[in-house]
Structure formats: C-alpha cells, structure tokens
T-cell receptor, first 110, second 116 residues
Framework: AQSVTQLDSHVSVSEGTPVLLRCNYSSSYSPSLFWYVQHPNKGLQLLLKYTSAATLVKGINGFEAEFKKSETSFHLTKPSAHMSDAAEYFCVVSVNDMRFGAGTRLTVKP | NAGVTQTPKFQVLKTGQSMTLQCAQDMNHEYMSWYRQDPGMGLRLIHYSVGAGITDQGEVPNGYNVSRSTTEDFPLRLLSAAPSQTSVYFC???????????????FGPGTRLTVL
C-alpha cells in the first residue's frame, strides 16, 4: 500500500521569502514521487518528479524537491516566493497506481 | 496531438439519473485513471486502468463503473447519481510504469458535475 501526507493544509509567506511545502510518503517499494500545482479554476501542471535518479530534483519556476529515503520525505522548496506562486500544491506517490495528498494551499502576501 | 480530452465540461443531474463522463487520450498511454476533487480532500482515485481490458478500483470506487475497451478511451459511468457525487472529475493518463512507479500523469481539463 502507498499513501502520502502533506503536513500543512495552508502555508502563508511574504513575497521574496522562502517557501517550504512538506510531504511525507509511505510505500512498501521505492516509489516515484511528483509535485503538481493547480491554480484557481485551472487544471493540474507538473512541477517536478523523482524517479530514482538524483535525489535533488529541480522543477519549473524555480522549485526543487529533495528525496530523503531515511525520512520518507519529499519536501518542496523555492528560495524566493512570487505572487504568481499562489496556488494549491499536491504531492503524489506512485507505485502500482498514483495517490495524491490532500493538498497545501500557498498564499503569498505582498 | 490533443492530449487528454474530457466531455462534457459541465453537467447537472438529478438524483437517480445515470450518465457517462468521456475521457480520451491520443498519446498511446497505457495507464489511465479517474479522480474526483473535493475541497480539502485533494484528488481521490476512483478507478484506474493499466491497459486495454484491465481495470481496478482506487480509493473511492462505489457508485462508479469503468471499462477500457481501447487504449484511447476510458469512460466513467455513474450508475445512479447521488448528491454526494457532486464534484470535479479529472481523467489522467501516463505513458508506462517504470521501475519505480508510473511516469508523470497528463490531466484533462476536468468535468464539473452537480447532482441535485
């Protein structure tokens, strides 16, 4: 069985400050892991993916995530938030199927 | 290359009615899936398919049926609609399963369903 837990339902940061969105996973096997973003009333867009290559994964728009097997974590970070980063972010774990976390809503204050 | 298409975009049903949400992809993807998205609950997997003729249940399959007669199409059937099925439904597809799970999924634009 596989599952994913996003530790914060809502994160609020000021523009220009770092972003940290936390994700822990549970899986019997080495999984693939993904982060998706969904802007209001829009579809889902892939930010980045981990598929057993480099543990530090770089994605689009300055986001990156680090796979830590010992901590079963795959946290998403960005050095400096932009107003356009305000959206819902989903962590996804994949082994036999693909399971989504409940999502983290990121608010960016001016 | 249209990617993943879904029809209709919006639908209103009365309790007890049945309908089929259509999903098609033109990328020759093996894996297809249906999710429902509800506030505060993320996307929950309803059913998925790893290839033509093969389907399996996800987290919330009750009240829904699927079939996969071709690689391209993966329709979702609501047998007898209930207000609890009011949601946004997304179809997605993925190329194949690698050594460590599936590759990225491509999502359709979604169907917003209201059941009165």
């Amino acid at each position: 069985a596989q599952s994913v837990t996003q530790l914060d339902s809502h994160v609020s940061v000021s523009e220009g400050t770092p972003v940290l969105l936390r994700c822990n996973y549970s899986s019997s096997y080495s999984p693939s892991l993904f982060w998706y973003v969904q802007h209001p009333n829009k579809g889902l867009q892939l930010l980045l993916k981990y598929t057993s290559a480099a543990t530090l994964v770089k994605g689009i728009n300055g986001f990156e995530a680090e796979f830590k097997k010992s901590e079963t974590s795959f946290h998403l970070t960005k050095p400096s938030a932009h107003m356009s980063d305000a959206a819902e972010y989903f962590c996804v774990v994949s082994v036999n199927d693909m399971r989504f976390g409940a999502g983290t809503r990121l608010t960016v204050k001016p | 290359n249209a990617g993943v298409t879904q029809t209709p975009k919006f639908q209103v049903l009365k309790t007890g009615q049945s309908m089929t949400l259509q999903c098609a992809q033109d990328m020759n993807h093996e894996y297809m899936s249906w999710y429902r998205q509800d506030p505060g609950m993320g996307l929950r997997l309803i059913h998925y398919s790893v290839g033509a003729g093969i389907t399996d249940q996800g987290e919330v399959p009750n009240g829904y049926n699927v079939s996969r007669s071709t690689t391209e199409d993966f329709p979702l059937r609501l047998l007898s609609a209930a207000p609890s099925q009011t949601s946004v439904y997304f179809c997605a597809s993925s190329l194949s399963r690698g050594l460590a799970g599936y590759n990225e999924q491509f999502f359709g634009p979604g169907t917003r369903l209201t059941v009165l």
